[in-house]
């Protein structure tokens, strides 16, 4: 299951996830199937604990924080995409600034959940990064465990999110209500296919 993540761990890549990890592949498959509102709630839902997690260690950098804000009041309508645009990337800024690979890959996950209101493809950014932390906080030899159960927290969540997003009456901005574009995800998938 974790056959690529070791030999990325071997080749000492900054970046152990990737859209065709084994481990991802269900996840994915459930992400392909829902519409733009559930991945936003859903990414913005999971953004949270890698949030408090560098939060914890870095409590006086706020450009995370400030992503989840923005990308939350972009996907009401308040705000946007320049302004909330800047704050994503001021989040993947901080990975770079802060020079720990654990703790920045937490910035980048926030980044891509935050981006999810732009297009799809970037709800998968959140457990790629994220997972990358987690490998790295536990080492090559213990990840196991607590990688299996982060992704299984993922897909229940986005089951759950599936189930609770359009029973909710929530603002969103306009975009986001249009459900005849196909998911991008998907699309993605499809063009990948055709061009094999």
Not at 78 to 84: F, G, L, N, T, V
Not at 112 to 140: C, D, N, W
């Amino acid at each position: 299951m974790f056959s690529d993540v070791e030999v990325k761990i071997k080749k000492r890549n900054k970046l152990l996830f990737s859209r065709d990890s084994q481990c991802l592949q269900e996840l994915k498959e459930l992400i392909q199937l829902q519409n733009h509102r559930t991945l936003v709630l859903w990414a913005l839902d999971c953004a949270k604990l890698p949030l408090a997690q560098f939060e914890a260690k870095y409590p006086d950098e706020r450009r995370p924080r400030t992503c989840l804000e923005r990308c939350e009041e972009w996907a009401r309508g308040d705000i946007k995409m320049p302004i909330a645009k800047r704050a994503i990337l001021d989040s993947h800024a901080v990975a770079k600034e802060i020079d720990d690979l654990e703790y920045g890959t937490l910035c980048q996950a926030i980044g891509h959940a935050g981006a999810t209101v732009h297009v799809e493809t970037h709800a998968l950014g959140l457990p790629i990064y994220e997972l990358t932390s987690m490998v790295h906080k536990y080492g090559k030899d213990h990840f196991h465990g607590p990688v299996s159960g982060k992704i299984n927290d993922y897909y229940n969540r986005l089951l759950y999110w599936q189930e609770t997003t359009d029973k909710l009456e929530l603002n969103w901005a306009g975009f986001l209500l249009d459900d005849t574009k196909p998911n991008k995800e998907r699309l993605w998938r499809e063009n990948r296919e055709a061009d094999s």
